[in-house]
């Protein structure tokens, strides 16, 4: 064999090695900041509130020749989270199982909702990328996108911490690779199919969405506690009953505290008064929390205070008030006293 011979079957050779399909395999992974934060939400709020997750997927390809590049595309896909969702959107929960709307979108208009599956309905979130891939190190290329997160305006809610976690198959990367020896590699039309190579991981990250409702107590209405008009002594209980109503969000724990009224503020004992002819006169009389009289109500929080939890739709507490028997006759005259109601959340 000639060295012209020689040098022909090498260039032939060669000319089969760059014909030859590419064999490495593109592996991706990808990061997202681990918390969605709404921060603080209003029940029945005006406006939307919206928040950002942002997504970061790396592609590595194996070393194959001098020349070579890939090019891939991915399908970034989100599931329902573990709050799971209702007809229209995603939910977040509480701990008592109270549930609040939100949605994730592939785009800042909110014209496409996030989903799960590549071209499904809704569709995944698709990012596409090409890279080099040279001989001795190989090569790698990453994108970047940011989901926009919607929490809906005028939902009546509890108050409470509300979270949803997205991991393990509500989290899955699907992506399609194409890899050639020399020259520019093409990006798959799809995520799945028609390429060189094409995978899926689930689990492929974690994050968890979370917003927070305040307790809140809303407008309350009294009513004035009227014991009647006396002719002579009192030489029995008088017993009379006022109202409060008050509404607080589902789940939001209050105390109501009465205090000791504007003529004995600084004791704990109540006192109506009146003015006669110039002098100050006084009728004792007492407040309760419960029909037997038993149980003061005063304003020292968790100790004579009443309590209870909200609902969301207004409550009625009852105020039970006795003006005790009197020796003797108290002068005639209007007696009255103003008590400041206060209601701690």
């Known amino acids: 064999m000639t060295a012209r011979d020689l040098l022909l079957v090498l260039l032939l050779l060669a000319g089969l090695a760059l014909a030859a399909p590419a064999r490495a395999t593109a592996t991706c992974v990808a990061t997202a900041n681990p918390t969605l934060p709404f921060k603080t939400i209003n029940s029945l709020a005006a406006g939307p509130t919206t928040a950002t997750l942002n997504i970061t997927v790396t592609c590595n390809t194996a070393a194959l020749s001098l020349l070579a590049t890939t090019g891939v ?5 989100i599931g329902p989270g573990t709050g799971g969702s209702n007809s229209a959107w995603r939910t ?5 199982a109270d549930t609040m709307n939100f949605q994730l979108y592939n785009t800042p208009s909110l014209s496409e ?9 809704p569709p995944a979130q698709e990012l596409t ?3 080099n891939v040279p001989l001795l190190t ?3 290329g990453a994108q970047s996108t940011s989901l926009t997160a919607q929490i809906p305006a005028n939902q009546v809610l509890a108050s409470g911490g509300y979270s949803s976690t997205f991991s393990g198959a509500s989290v899955v990367l699907t992506w399609a690779w194409n890899e050639v020896l020399l020259g520019t590699a093409t990006v798959p039309a799809t995520c799945n199919g028609g390429a060189t190579g094409n995978a899926t991981a689930s689990a492929a990250f974690s994050f968890t969405a979370t917003a927070n409702v305040l307790p809140l107590c809303g407008s309350y209405v009294t009513t004035d506690m009227n014991f009647g008009n006396v002719t002579g002594g009192i030489p029995a209980n008088i ?7 008050l509404t607080c969000l589902k789940n939001t724990a209050y105390q109501v505290s009465l205090d000791n009224g504007q003529n004995n503020p600084a004791t704990s004992t109540r006192r109506m008064s009146t003015t006669i002819g110039g002098s100050r006169y006084y009728l004792g009389y007492e407040l309760y929390r419960d ?3 038993s149980q003061r109500w005063g304003n020292t929080l968790t100790v004579d205070t009443a309590s209870g939890t909200g609902t969301g739709t207004a409550q009625q507490l009852t105020i039970y ?6 020796t003797g006759q108290p002068p005639a005259g209007t007696y009255n006293d103003r008590i400041t109601v206060t209601i701690t959340y």
């Not at 595309?73 to 896909?77: F, I, K, P, S, T």
């Not at 008030?321 to 009197?326: A, L, S, T």
């Open 92 to 96: 977040m929960t509480t701990g008592t």
């Open 113 to 121: 909702v996030t989903g799960l599956v590549p071209r499904g309905t």
């Open 291 to 293: 029909a037997a009289r």
């Open 138 to 140: 190989g090569g790698s």
């Open 129 to 131: 990328m090409s890279y």
């Open 239 to 245: 017993d009379q009953t006022a109202t409060l109503t």
């Open 73 to 77: 595309r991915v399908c970034v896909g």
């Open 321 to 326: 008030g006795r003006v005790p028997p009197v």
